[in-house]
T-cell receptor, first 111, second 112 residues
Framework: DAGITQSPRHKVTETGTPVTLRCHQT?????MYWYRQDPGHGLRLIHY???????DKGEVSDGYSVSRSKTEDFLLTLESATSSQTSVYFCAIRTGRNIQYFGAGTRLSVL | GQQLNQSPQSMFIQEGEDVSMNCTSS?????WLWYKQDPGEGPVLLIA?????ELTSNGRLTAQFGITRKDSFLNISASIPSDVGIYFCAGRYGGSQGNLIFGKGTKLSVKP
């Protein structure tokens, strides 16, 4: 599992509330990613990080922010959750050969 | 933006059958990856390809990096029930800072 832990695994929240998802890695990889997965869309990149405090936007970054204050943790925050953000969220790390390994996912429902 | 076209979207398999799927793009890629995802889990890497024309196997799975660098193929020989799941291709193109583009997946189900 490449030492990736996502928490929580499941969350139900209400529209307008803030939500933070956490990704923790144990192997000191520089690059970390957040994706969302929706039926008919596959995996889409939200934000990624290439080092502590170094982050950049992906394809679907609107409504999301990220932070990386330590190598091992990459946080994804929905400042004010909307129903369109109901999805399964995956964190990934990248190894030296440009291979990405994924966590088990967080299933988020925004009611 | 970059897009990958993965086909077929879904297919039914009978145990013992061979399965083929592919991904194509209008852009040139320098890495192709194939993943499998089981329900409720994250994608798991099956095969990584780094050079045009490269053919790599992982057990009953064989994948190829197309000569034009715009496509890749995955074959599963003698399918078994545990092959059921969703298969994704992913490609990395130059200038993408190593970011991947994913196909929308091929869903493999057992023939009723």
């Amino acid at each position: 599992d490449a030492g990736i832990t996502q928490s929580p695994r499941h969350k139900v929240t209400e529209t307008g509330t803030p939500v933070t998802l956490r990704c923790h890695q144990t192997e000191n990889h520089r690059y970390m990613y957040w994706y969302r997965q929706d039926p008919g869309h596959g995996l889409r990149l939200i934000h990624y990080s290439y080092g502590v405090k170094d982050t950049d936007k992906g394809e679907v970054s609107d409504g999301y922010s990220v932070s990386r204050s330590k190598t091992e943790d990459f946080l994804l925050t929905l400042e004010s959750a909307t129903s369109s953000q109901t999805s399964v969220y995956f964190c990934a790390i990248r190894t030296g050969r440009n291979i990405q390994y994924f966590g088990a996912g967080t299933r988020l429902s925004v009611l | 933006g970059q897009q990958l076209n993965q086909s077929p979207q879904s297919m039914f398999i009978q145990e013992g059958e061979d399965v083929s799927m592919n991904c194509t793009s209008s852009s040139i890629f320098n890495t192709w990856l194939w993943y499998k995802q089981d329900p409720g889990e994250g994608p798991v890497l099956l095969i990584a390809l780094y050079k045009a024309g490269e053919l790599t196997s992982n057990g009953r799975l064989t994948a190829q990096f197309g000569i034009t660098r715009k496509d890749s193929f995955l074959n599963i020989s003698a399918s078994i029930p545990s092959d059921v799941g969703i298969y994704f291709c992913a490609g990395r193109y130059g200038g993408s800072q190593g970011n991947l583009i994913f196909g929308k997946g091929t869903k493999l189900s057992v023939k009723p």
